[in-house]
């Protein structure tokens, strides 16, 4: 059953604190004499559901097109529950408990619950949903060395009370030589995302950007894992 983890975009979509917000601006129109309606469409590369790449915070890092390309393939990802409190930190404590089926995955997606809170409450999913310590990032990476992606249904992995921390959640997670691309504003609200291991697969926006994108982002089951995690991460 493949189902997708993305949100759709639109003007009133919610947006980390300082991203502008989604914009249209009509640059021509049939009621002004034009020959057809056109506009202009002005987003941040971190709108939505999105990717950040290590352009994002490393300056020799990769871009979309060098990392993703036109589409990401992972498998076996799984969906994890954490469900800390708002504004509460996510830590090695948290992660470990699921260390056993997570060493040979190729992503993890982290389910904290602040997806319930996205349409009701936007300035509370903004601005005081939990974030990641910058200790995981290396703990992912020492104890799941095929990880190549970190998703979670907050809007960020950095929570705005906390930005020196989540700052060096995202060089860590991203400035390395086996970067971990990381997912922010997941829709994983369906329960059953987390009862198997998941094929992920991830297509940007646009492919040449530079330091992230607004994805669409599609997972289905894998009932059985056989052989070597499949990868096709550059």
Same mark, same amino acid.
């Given at each position: 059953?493949?189902?997708?983890?993305?949100?759709?975009?639109?003007? *009133?979509?919610?947006?980390?604190?300082? +991203?502008?917000?989604?914009?249209?601006?009509?640059?021509?129109? #049939?009621?002004?004499?034009?020959? /057809?309606?056109?506009?202009?469409?002005?987003?941040? +590369?971190?709108?939505?559901? $999105?990717?950040?790449?290590?352009?994002?915070?490393?300056?020799?890092?990769?871009?979309?097109?060098?990392?993703?390309?036109?589409?990401?393939?992972?498998?076996?990802?799984?969906?994890?529950?954490?469900?800390?409190?708002?504004?509460?930190?996510?830590? !090695?404590?948290?992660?470990?408990?699921?260390?056993?089926? %997570?060493?040979?995955? /190729?992503?993890? %997606? !982290?389910?904290?619950?602040?997806?319930?809170?996205?349409? +009701?409450?936007?300035?509370?999913?903004?601005?005081?949903?939990?974030?990641? $310590?910058?200790?995981?990032?290396?703990?992912?990476? %020492?104890?799941?060395?095929?990880?190549?992606?970190?998703?979670?249904?907050? #809007?960020?992995? +950095?929570?705005?009370? $906390?930005?020196?921390?989540?700052?060096?959640?995202?060089? !860590?997670?991203?400035?390395? &030589?086996?970067? #971990?691309?990381?997912?922010?504003? %997941?829709?994983?609200?369906?329960?059953?995302?987390?009862?198997?291991?998941?094929?992920?697969?991830?297509?940007?926006?646009?492919? &040449? /950007?530079?330091?992230?994108?607004?994805? *669409?982002?599609?997972? &289905?089951?894998?009932?059985?894992?056989?052989?070597?995690?499949? &990868?096709?991460?550059?």
């Amino acid at each position: 059953m493949l189902k997708r983890i993305s949100y759709t975009i639109t003007s *009133q979509s919610p947006m980390y604190p300082g +991203t502008p917000p989604v914009t249209f601006h009509e640059i021509r129109s #049939i009621q002004k004499g034009d020959s /057809a309606n056109t506009t202009l469409l002005s987003l941040s +590369t971190h709108t939505g559901t $999105h990717i950040d790449v290590p352009r994002h915070f490393c300056p020799a890092g990769k871009t979309v097109r060098e990392i993703i390309g036109e589409m990401l393939d992972l498998a076996p990802v799984f969906c994890v529950d954490i469900p800390v409190g708002p504004g509460s930190p996510i830590g !090695v404590p948290d992660i470990r408990p699921f260390i056993g089926r %997570l060493r040979g995955a /190729a992503g993890l %997606l !982290v389910r904290t619950g602040m997806y319930m809170v996205r349409a +009701t409450d936007p300035k509370m999913y903004c601005n005081n949903h939990p974030w990641i $310590h910058p200790d995981v990032p290396s703990y992912l990476r %020492l104890e799941c060395p095929s990880l190549r992606l970190f998703g979670t249904d907050t #809007i960020s992995v +950095t929570s705005p009370s $906390h930005r020196n921390e989540g700052r060096e959640c995202h060089r !860590v997670f991203l400035c390395d &030589d086996n970067p #971990i691309l990381i997912a922010e504003d %997941l829709d994983v609200s369906d329960p059953l995302l987390s009862s198997a291991p998941l094929h992920v697969s991830i297509y940007p926006w646009i492919s &040449d /950007a530079p330091d992230g994108i607004p994805v *669409q982002v599609f997972a &289905d089951f894998l009932p059985q894992m056989t052989g070597a995690p499949k &990868d096709r991460y550059p």
